[in-house]
């Protein structure tokens, strides 16, 4: 008599049972691990939240900081207290009236009772220059000393609000000069702790829940990344505050959203695997460990490649990449840790209902067995179609990819005006479009000269020979301001005598044996024009003093350094980059062909995604251009991000080749990642997407690119190009490793 259909499920699903849990492991470890997991990072995550609020305390803005020691404009400005007495930073108040008449005496008398009460102001150091009128008596400007160690941006506030409460009727009046840009510049950050979080985690959210259609697994999947990042910004303060590693804003934004991207990618790797195994009919703790063993190579391997192409930054010259590298690492290191504990430690908890209200069906996570004949489902129809059609996809593709690299030809990558890095209103920007039209352009921000004494009128000479110098002074405590003006008589140095006659001409101030001579330029300092007279005054210097005789440092000098050092970074740093991500995936595939074709595919992708954005920023955003390091940037993140999905795929790609043969494999391969790629590239560029919320240019450029580059990656470079070029190929992609060198059967299988 044979059994009945349902006692033969019922012994089928008994079997099942009880293979799948064997061996047994004692309810109390499969509560209690996970829960000591969970325990041991909400306590991380409680005490890093708060330091939110504290970045501030760590952060800094200042560029002359990020600079190597051996720069010119570094050397400048470490020097410059030994003539200024203190360490400041000047804020210029422009003032002019409304109508384009001339300024009263009642004008001029209120701007100096004004100076008189800016020096009042906390934060201020020493006195505030008097009222100085321009040529055309249309305007005045004052300086203000601001102290450089303390809150620029809180004391230029409060100047604001003093100038704007005390700016005489019929008069405007703007806050601008070095101190001004780095308030606004500040300013433009404030958003990093609040609005861009906000934005980051919305975004998710909602595209989690779309995908997933669940309340609940959206929710632990943020919980990841957020833990994640509350214990990478842990670590990073403490390393800032040691003085270790240095914080601006423009890390601090990557920081965040490279964590809540990296995060959210391998939690939703590991919720496809998770989701796979709850399929299978498997219990919590089994599916948890068959989630974990599956997941745990491509997590390591993606967080590693990451992890490598960010420490290549250390090779920067520029001190703010060289934060960037190992403070974006510490983060990519907490999100793998993050997905591969916390994350399998919630869902052995919570199980099934993560998936609520539409839990997985047994067989539902099954692949078809062959895929190149119809079958139901976007990714296997997507399949079929690379089936049938590999090699001019991969030719389309590449052609259409190529097309768009040309746009990178249009690319302006050679450093902007520091007037145009705050997009949207300006108020420095404002107030030095005002200067420059009643001054001369680098009034407030001249070049600094440092020579020695005995040399000092032969460079002053060539200072005042030079056609985009309007005036020359050298720095003295004895005149009014801390400067006089100097002229050159019989080959020496002679400074201008102020008040009474007869009143002894203030001495240049000396320190080591040198002296310090500031130059205003005729252009604004961040202008192409006062680049250029930088450049050739220290080419002119060079010839006539001798190499390293004469320093050019101050704001325009400090512009082309970093300029030209980004430029260097960039062409030393992106090819080590491919080196050592090659390597990597080299040792993870156990072969050359296909990491050669998965570097090969992501670089024409980033090509692409450079070449459009191009095209963008000039014919469509406007942008004036792009800082060299953006790049840089972009290339990091596309590529080491871009390799991610590319492991994902072929990871999987490779474990199905084993047991189907190559071709199988790569179609099973693509659709059993297609969605959580999709998804994973999805949250990632809407993550990078919110850095556009920062008024930035460089973080919106970053944003664009990356954002671009990510979806470009997603639907055409792992959906289309990758699979059809790997099939096309067939085994050969494995060349030279043992599976490239299939048995008969799986010949057959693979042919």
């Not at 119809?374 to 996809?393: E, M």
């Amino acid at each position: 008599m044979s059994a009945s259909p349902a006692s033969t499920r019922r012994s089928s699903r008994g079997r099942t049972r009880r293979s799948t849990n064997a061996p047994r492991v004692s309810r109390w470890l499969r509560v209690g691990i996970p829960s000591l997991l969970v325990l041991l990072w909400v306590v991380g995550g409680s005490i890093g939240g708060p330091f939110f609020g504290k970045v501030d305390q760590v952060a800094t803005n200042d560029q002359s900081s990020f600079l190597p020691q051996s720069a010119d404009a570094t050397r400048v400005s470490e020097r410059l207290t030994d003539f200024t007495g203190s360490d400041t930073i000047p804020a210029i108040v422009v003032a002019s009236t409304a109508d384009g008449s001339a300024l009263s005496d009642a004008h001029v008398t209120a701007l100096q009772t004004l100076a008189t009460d800016l020096a009042a102001v906390d934060g201020v150091s020493g006195d505030a220059s008097p009222p100085v009128v321009s040529e055309d008596g249309q305007a005045a400007q004052i300086f203000v000393p601001i102290d450089s160690s303390g809150e620029v941006r809180d004391v230029v506030e409060q100047v604001r609000e003093k100038v704007s409460a005390e700016v005489p009727a019929g008069v405007e009046a703007w806050v601008t000069g070095p101190a001004g840009f780095t308030a606004d510049l500040v300013k433009g950050f404030l958003g990093i702790d609040g609005l861009l979080l906000i934005v980051a985690l919305v975004a998710v959210f909602v595209i989690l829940v779309i995908v997933y259609r669940s309340p609940l697994l959206p929710i632990l999947v943020l919980l990841t990344s957020v833990f994640a990042l509350c214990v990478a910004l842990l670590t990073v303060w403490w390393l800032a505050f040691a003085g270790i590693v240095v914080l601006n804003g423009q890390v601090q934004g990557i920081l965040f959203i490279l964590v809540i991207g990296a995060a959210t990618d391998y939690a939703l790797l590991y919720v496809a695997r998770f989701r796979e195994a709850i399929g299978e009919g498997r219990p919590r703790w089994d599916a948890t460990v068959r989630a974990w063993k599956g997941a745990f190579e491509p997590i390591l391997a993606s967080g590693g490649t990451v992890i490598a192409g960010l420490l290549c930054l250390l090779l920067s010259d520029l001190a703010t990449n060289r934060a960037l590298g190992p403070i974006a690492s510490i983060g990519i290191a907490f999100a793998v840790l993050s997905a591969l504990t916390f994350l399998p430690a919630l869902l052995a908890l919570v199980g099934r209902a993560a998936f609520w209200p539409f839990l997985p069906k047994p067989g539902q996570s099954a692949l078809p067995a062959d895929l190149t004949q119809p079958a139901k489902g976007f990714w296997s129809r997507q399949a079929r179609f690379v089936a049938r059609r590999a090699r001019p996809v991969w030719i389309v593709c590449t052609l259409v990819l190529l097309a768009a690299c040309v746009g990178v030809t249009q690319l302006r990558a050679d450093g902007v005006p520091a007037s145009d890095l705050v997009l949207g209103a300006s108020e420095a920007r404002d107030g030095q479009a005002a200067l420059a039209e009643h001054f001369p352009g680098g009034s407030g921000s001249p070049a600094y000269v440092l020579v020695p004494e005995q040399d000092a009128a032969r460079a002053a000479t060539v200072l005042q020979s030079a056609s985009g110098v309007d005036a020359v002074a050298v720095l003295s405590a004895d005149a009014p301001g801390g400067q006089s003006p100097v002229s050159v008589s019989d080959g020496a140095l002679q400074t201008t005598a102020f008040g009474a006659p007869g009143t002894p001409a203030p001495a240049p101030t000396v320190a080591d044996g040198d002296v310090l001579l500031a130059a205003t330029l005729a252009d604004t300092a961040d202008s192409p024009a006062a680049d250029e007279t930088v450049r050739q005054l220290r080419a002119d210097l060079t010839t006539e003093l001798g190499e390293g005789t004469a320093l050019v440092g101050g704001v325009t000098a400090t512009d082309i350094d970093s300029i030209d050092t980004s430029i260097r970074d960039r062409t030393l740093i992106i090819p080590i980059v491919l080196a050592v991500i090659l390597l990597i995936l080299m040792a993870l595939l156990r072969s050359i062909v296909a990491p050669l074709i998965l570097i090969g595919t992501v670089i024409v992708s980033f090509g692409a995604a450079l070449g459009v954005s191009a095209l963008v920023f000039d014919g469509i955003l406007g942008f004036p251009g792009a800082d060299p390091a953006v790049p840089l940037y972009g290339f990091v993140f596309l590529v080491a991000l871009g390799v991610d999905y590319n492991i994902f795929l072929m990871s999987r790609v490779r474990e199905e080749s084993l047991a189907h043969g190559t071709r199988a494999g790569i179609l099973r391969g693509l659709v059993a990642t297609g969605g959580v790629i999709t998804s994973a590239g999805l949250v990632l560029a809407a993550t990078f997407a919110a850095l556009g919320v920062i008024p930035i240019l460089f973080l919106a450029q970053i944003a664009f690119i990356v954002a671009f580059g990510v979806l470009l990656d997603t639907f055409v470079v792992r959906s289309l190009l990758v699979p059809a070029l790997a099939y096309d190929l067939g085994r050969r992609i494995w060349w030279p490793s043992k599976l490239g060198r299939t048995d008969a059967a799986e010949r057959r299988l693979d042919a």
